[in-house]
């Protein structure tokens, strides 16, 4: 057991399946960077409060950026020994630099340091999200100008509907995911990520750090933050806020019900049965019994783990509801949704954009459906309405049409002038073969 940010008030020693069962470190060293950031914005605000001496300071921060090093060339290792993230850093602070490092902790919690960390987390991870869609829809570009001219069956109920351009069949999901890109970025946007709020009423330190902030971004030149990072407003609500958690999940529960939506397109469309298209084996798996299957796993993984993302959303709603303010130990549990549902979407965005690439039209089988007159039959009524028929008759005509066609066995583009002039005095052989091309 490593040492603990805790334990002057106990008598008794910690019951070792206890420790083992509230600790966090297997999942918050993701947090790392984040905690190293908040402690170095801490020692400017204690530095400036004379809490700790110039050269002090300096020497946390020297220690602080050794860790971060290590974080950044990957190196670093959490002690899974260490309760979690924040004590592991303290911890590690301490080695570098004696006693010195008990300071570090001065008017400072946990419960300030790990809302900081997690909306680190959730900032650069929205914004590696957005631009993982920006490269779906690239790809969905691709595939769209590849196919450029080419017609589609569309569906509404599952039910042949109309013939469609592919391009504009293609540009719904671009459109879906360019929405889920701009939710992202506005939820981004607005994402503050407070600091001072100590256990939850905040300290004397607060005044000191909007000053602090400044120094230490103006000394590191770290723009991106700036504006990002300010002294907490009100200290109970931001260690009892897990909204931007929870709004970040539900954004990603709308990219995953839009990527099931689409794997399960691509299933149906890749079948035997339709046959549009043929999904690229290097992204397909066979079967150990059936010699001839080519499945379409990537597709039914996405449309699966639909299951998992939305669940990780109801996990934090639950979690989070009837907790009295302000922190509770219950929010430690929001982390392992969080992670979870950002790494399934980036794993499935980063395939998906070179999986669409490869995608192939089958060009004969697609000929094949349009010939269906069925498909046709609104354009034919919205011909009538040109010709200055009502549409509630038009739609009467063409249904009646359908019908003879039908019931005699006759295909429309067969039938003659005098047949279709019986239906409406403004139709005719040329007519019908121009809208049924
Ligand atoms: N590990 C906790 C969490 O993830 C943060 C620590 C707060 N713990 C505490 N005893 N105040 O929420």
């Not at 004696?98 to 919690?109: E, N, V």
């Not at 929405?179 to 607005?190: Q, Y």
């Not at 009837?322 to 549902?341: A, I, V, W």
Request: aromatic fraction near 10%; charged fraction near 30%.
């Amino acid at each position: 057991m490593a040492k603990k940010l805790w334990g002057g008030r106990f008598k008794k020693k910690v019951n070792k399946e206890f420790f083992r069962f509230q600790k966090s470190i297997s999942y918050d060293y993701k947090l790392a960077n984040y905690d190293i950031l908040h402690s170095r914005i801490h020692i400017v605000a204690l530095k400036n409060a004379k809490i700790l001496t110039p050269g002090d300071a300096k020497k946390m921060d020297t220690a602080l950026k050794q860790i971060l090093k290590g974080i950044r060339n990957k190196t670093f290792k959490p002690n899974l020994a260490s309760e979690d993230i924040h004590t592991d850093v303290q911890n590690r602070v301490e080695k570098k630099c004696g006693k010195l490092a008990l300071k570090l902790q001065t008017f400072r919690s946990r419960n300030d340091q790990i809302v900081f960390c997690e909306k680190g987390y959730c900032d650069d991870e929205s914004g590696n999200i957005a631009d993982l869609l920006g490269e779906v829809i690239s790809s969905l570009e691709f595939l769209a100008v590849k196919y450029k001219g080419f017609h589609f069956v569309g569906y509404t109920h599952t039910q042949r509907a109309e013939k469609i351009a592919f391009m504009s069949y293609i540009a719904a999901f671009e459109s879906m995911f360019t929405r889920d890109k701009e939710r992202l970025l506005e939820f981004r946007k607005k994402l503050t990520l407070y600091i001072g709020s100590g256990a939850f009423k905040g300290s004397s330190l607060i005044k000191n750090y909007d000053r602090a902030i400044k120094e230490f971004l103006k000394k590191t030149f770290e723009k991106a933050l700036s504006g990002k990072i300010k002294a907490v407003e009100n200290p109970p609500d931001n260690v009892s806020d897990r909204d931007f958690i929870i709004e970040f999940l539900s954004i990603l529960s709308i990219v995953q019900m839009h990527l099931s939506r689409l794997a399960e397109d691509f299933i149906l469309f890749s079948t035997n049965e339709f046959n549009y298209m043929e999904l690229p084996e290097d992204f397909c798996t066979g079967s150990s019994l059936m010699p001839h299957k080519k499945n379409p796993d990537f597709m039914e993984l996405i449309r699966g783990y639909t299951g998992r993302i939305y669940g990780n959303l109801a996990s934090i709603l639950t979690t989070m509801k009837g907790l009295p303010l302000t922190y509770n130990r219950d929010m430690q549990l929001d982390k392992e949704p969080l992670f979870s549902s950002v790494e399934i979407i980036k794993d499935e965005l980063a395939v998906l954009a070179d999986f669409i690439k490869g995608i192939r039209l089958n060009r004969n089988a697609i000929v094949e459906s349009l010939k269906d007159e069925s498909l046709y039959a609104t354009a034919l009524a919205e011909y009538l309405v040109k010709k200055k028929i009502p549409f509630g008759t038009a739609h009467e005509i063409v249904g009646k049409l359908i019908r003879y066609s039908e019931d005699n066995k006759c295909k429309i583009r067969q039938m003659g002038n005098e047949t279709l002039k019986r239906f409406s005095h403004c139709l005719n052989k040329k007519v019908v073969d121009q809208i049924f091309e």
